[in-house]
């Protein structure tokens, strides 16, 4: 109990692992899930249906679980899954689900959340990945793991981010974004592929190659979608990484970003 500030108001329905440490003044309500090593600071406010991981360290003023921001939730059960080893930065929201989708918000593991960032009821986000400052996510969007948000970047509701994007400073999308490839602008455009972030990850000269090929073939062919899904079919693929791509394309269901 020495983790716990004597100010902090915690339900007696709440789960906390033993060596959680919950700074002044936050509250924790009933049905909430914290696991071993979660460090909560001050003033920061976790509601019901909410489950958290291990190791991660929640920041000032953080609000997580509370009511979607969405005309027709009318206080359905619904949820909030957090992972493991997230930072989560001062006066971030992450808003609980509808029974319209999933019901249940997601954020992976190892994800390096910046302050004033908002993710909205329903979106399932990844691990790895990087959102800068007031970066904001609408409800039911998907981020696929390692992408990157520049800080004021967002993505509309319903869309698709795909694994190891980049989305550039101001930069807002409304389509989906391709697994690998870099956007900047408003609206936001194409300006290549994520290399740096591919070379931090180790990915090899080959895999680079191919993902630049695909790229070619998407953004800079006047291939139609599905003749450009087909010629990235037939490109080598040595660790599954035109698999990743094929299947998002696939499965693209708000078009994708393209040149204006």
């Known amino acids: 109990m020495s983790l ?5 108001i915690i339900s007696n329905k709440a ?23 979660t460090v909560i600071d001050s003033h920061v406010v976790i509601k019901g249906n909410t489950t958290i991981g291990s190791d991660n360290h929640i920041y000032s003023f953080v609000s997580i679980g509370d009511d979607p921001q969405d005309k027709k939730y009318d206080g359905e059960h619904t949820a909030v ?15 609980k689900g509808t029974v319209q989708d999933v019901g249940t918000t997601r954020l992976g593991d190892d994800n390096w959340i910046m302050a004033y960032v908002h993710i909205a009821h329903d979106c399932q986000v990844g691990s790895n990945t990087i959102f800068a400052n007031n970066t904001t996510l609408g409800g039911h969007v998907i981020v696929g793991d390692y992408a990157i948000f520049g800080g004021f970047s967002g993505a509309h ?4 981010i795909g694994a190891h994007s980049f989305l550039g400073m101001y930069s807002g999308v409304a389509r989906d974004l ?15 592929i994520n290399l740096e972030g591919l070379k931090r990850r180790d990915f090899n000269s080959d895999q680079i190659r191919n993902i630049k ?5 998407l953004y800079m062919s006047n291939l139609r979608l599905d003749e450009a899904i087909n010629e990235i079919k037939k490109i080598d693929d ?16 708000r078009g994708i970003v393209r040149k204006n």
Not at 21 to 37: F, L
Not at 83 to 91: K, L, Q
């Open 157 to 160: 509701q319903f869309c698709k």
């Open 178 to 192: 391709p697994p690998y490839v870099m956007v900047m602008g408003q609206p936001a455009e194409p300006r290549g």
């Open 4 to 8: 716990i500030h004597e100010t902090a």
């Open 15 to 37: 789960k906390l692992a033993k060596d959680v440490t919950v700074g002044p003044y936050s509250i924790i309500d009933a049905n909430v899930s914290i696991e071993s090593g």
């Open 81 to 95: 899954e957090i992972g493991s080893r997230n930072s989560i930065r001062e006066y971030t929201t992450i808003n």
């Open 213 to 217: 090929t695909a790229y070619k073939n």
């Open 238 to 253: 040595i660790s599954g990484e035109m698999n990743l791509f094929v299947e998002f394309l696939s499965h693209a269901t």
